[in-house]
């Protein structure tokens, strides 16, 4: 049973050991003289005004969350409908239960006014 789990685990090593020597090349080859003038941020050839970072809204990361948080809920939905036919009315009903309790999750999100974009 633990040979099953081989490929995986060369794959995650593999991909590890990639990301490491991106990174010791980028720190062994990268520049190594910042200037003020490389510092700048470049902005399509036109001369940058203002500070390159500004505050932003906790609404935006909100909306951003409560994205991510519908999607992999609906996400769940493929693997029901794939094997809905073996379920039967258990799966069925399993299945309306889920989706009435995103569903309240979602009505309550828009009613506190997560969602609202000002």
Do not use: C, H
Request: avoid cysteine; hydrophobic fraction near 55%; aromatic fraction near 16%.
């Amino acid at each position: 049973m633990i040979q099953d789990y081989l490929p995986l685990v060369i794959l995650i090593s593999v991909a590890t050991g990639l990301g490491f020597i991106a990174l010791t090349i980028g720190i062994l080859f990268g520049p190594r003289r910042p200037t003020k003038r490389k510092g700048e941020p470049y902005e399509s050839g036109m001369t940058p005004y203002g500070p390159g970072t500004r505050r932003m809204n906790v609404r935006y990361y909100l909306v951003a969350v409560l994205f991510i948080l519908f999607d992999v809920e609906i996400i769940f939905f493929l693997p029901w409908a794939i094997v809905f036919k073996s379920l039967g009315i258990f799966g069925l009903i399993e299945m309306i239960l889920f989706t009435v309790i995103v569903l309240i999750g979602f009505v309550y999100a828009w009613a506190k006014g997560a969602l609202e974009w000002e």
